[in-house]
């Protein structure tokens, strides 16, 4: 009876040391599973606090973003704006520069014209002054004819005082009748006589007067 008692006190000894090893043993696992709690617990912690700044580094990030797109926006326009005002200074100075341009081929074409008319009046002037000293020469020769048909010293004295040479004449022609050693190579020198004054007495008289005479 004793015997079976102690083996049941064994059996009740093992089971309570198996019991105290399992109590052990989940102890453990519970102050394992309380620490995981404990570092689950922390990392929920630091995820609420990391989705909180990540919320507002989203939000920080979404208002850059819109106040990027704002301004972005806003330097397009105001890029448009100044191409646009751009685009229409260079219309103008293009519209300015081909009213300078017509301007100045109009002013060109005027020059040219007046020029021209310049060019017409001068050549006009040159035939009415050539003209006019014909018509000069014709008068002084006409009147010289008439006069050497009846004196020829005579005439020689009109001339120098046509001339502005009557001193010299004077003192060479001497008294009116006397033989006349008078020549003209002081007048022709100084280019006095109108011009083809003698071609046009060649031609006029020399039945009536010897003009190769009064030239030497």
Do not use: W
Not at 49 to 71: G, P
Not at 156 to 179: D, E, F, H, P, S
């Amino acid at each position: 009876m004793k015997a079976r008692h102690s083996d049941e006190i064994a059996l009740i000894r093992k089971q309570l040391a198996d019991k105290e090893r399992l109590v052990l043993q989940y102890t453990d696992r519970l102050v394992a599973a309380e620490a995981k709690d404990s570092e689950i617990a922390l990392l929920q912690e630091t995820l609420a606090v990391e989705k909180k700044k990540y919320r507002l580094f989203e939000q920080t990030v979404c208002s850059q973003m819109s106040s990027s797109a704002q301004e972005k926006a806003f330097l397009q326009r105001k890029c448009e704006q100044e191409l646009a005002s751009t685009e229409k200074r260079c219309s103008q100075v293009e519209m300015e520069r081909n009213q300078n341009l017509q301007s100045l081929q109009q002013y060109k074409n005027e020059s040219q014209n007046r020029n021209r008319k310049m060019d017409h009046l001068m050549k006009s002037n040159a035939l009415l002054e050539k003209r006019v000293k014909e018509i000069e020469t014709t008068a002084v020769c006409c009147s010289f004819l008439q006069i050497c048909s009846s004196d020829g010293c005579k005439a020689l004295l009109l001339i120098a005082q046509l001339t502005g040479v009557a001193g010299n004449i004077t003192r060479t022609v001497g008294l009116a009748g006397t033989k006349s050693y008078v020549t003209l190579s002081d007048l022709i020198a100084k280019d006095c006589l109108p011009s083809g004054f003698f071609l046009y007495l060649d031609l006029q008289c020399s039945d009536r007067l010897s003009v190769a005479n009064l030239k030497q």
